[in-house]
């Protein structure tokens, strides 16, 4: 692997490279874990591509893998919307989004590059806010942005919006659950073209052309999360989106904050069921950079490199007996890796190939912290 660049930088991907991690995060069943647990079992990308097939097949299923031709077009896509795609570990890849379990392996980004080198602090809150929750959205992603911070969204309408449309002078990304190029919703448009016109930018995992779907929403809001160090609901009814982006941030280690509420909008109940449960109270700005400044002190000293990313090939097989060891040991309760080597006495190399197998072909879940569960109902026989 070729050394790393100045002062730490992490050195960039190859065109080779990026076509190669493209076409494997765009197969069939990959998703950002699997990726990366592809790549520092095989070494590269390329490798990882030509094993899949005959990984999944063990498992019992058959994936296709994205053609290059796909993902060249993709890419050319991108380039004439005046985008690039960013890696995981290259300097510009935002080095708090970085160290979460489910980094996008590649982001899409159109605009400056600027604003995911500094502190991010994220504002999410209802899409039917009232004047009063816009009014305070705005105050704070002002007053936030007055600080040197920049203001993280979804680009959605309400809240999101108003913390867009407050913090465009002084730095915004918008984070979107579809491709770069279906902007959502429609009415946002303008905003969307303004925040990259003055510095901003927009982010996504996902390819062009690509139509946000419902189950894209939480995907997106793990970015969202992600990218910041600490994460501000303003309004927020049960079971929205706004509370899957608190619980998505305390998961990756995140500040959560809340505004409070009347008891008597259903708008707040969400944001006074998260103060109750323990998050931070918010009245003004104060109350979330006293908080945030010894997390940024904090911060890993820099993001993950590429060449951290690629690991060294481990040649690895198992017999079938050892598969059968390592599915008997698994149930739906998530479990370490480590406890699945001291239950079957099998070497790690084995037992990550053999997970990436069942991973592959869809019978198991991985969850926080590298626990993996086998998926309900699949056969233990």
Known sequence: MPPDGPEGAGRRLDDRERLAWLRLIRSDGIGPITFRELLEHFGSAAAAIDAVPDLAARGGRRLRICPAEAAVAEIDGLESLGARLIGLGEADYPSWLAHIDSAPPLIALRGSAAPLARPTVAIVGSRNASIGGVKFARQIARDLGERGYVIASGLARGIDTAAHEASIASGTVAVLAGGLDRIYPAENLGLAERIVAEGGAHISE???????????????????????????????????????????????????????????????????RLLRDGARIVTGVDDIIGEIEPMIAREPDRPLRVSEIDGGPHPADAGDGDRQKIVDALGSAPVEIDEIVRYTGLKPAIIHLVLLELDLAGRISRHPGGRVSLLTGDSKG
Do not use: C, H, K
């Open 206 to 272: 996902m390819p062009l052309g690509w139509e946000p779907r419902a189950r894209d929403f939480p995907r997106r809001n793990r970015i969202v999360s992600g990218l910041s160090v600490g994460v501000v609901v303003i309004e927020a009814a049960e079971r929205s989106g706004s509370l899957i982006t608190a619980r998505l941030a305390g998961e990756q280690g995140r500040l959560v904050f809340a505004v409070p509420g009347s008891p008597l909008d259903p708008r707040s109940t969400g944001t006074n």
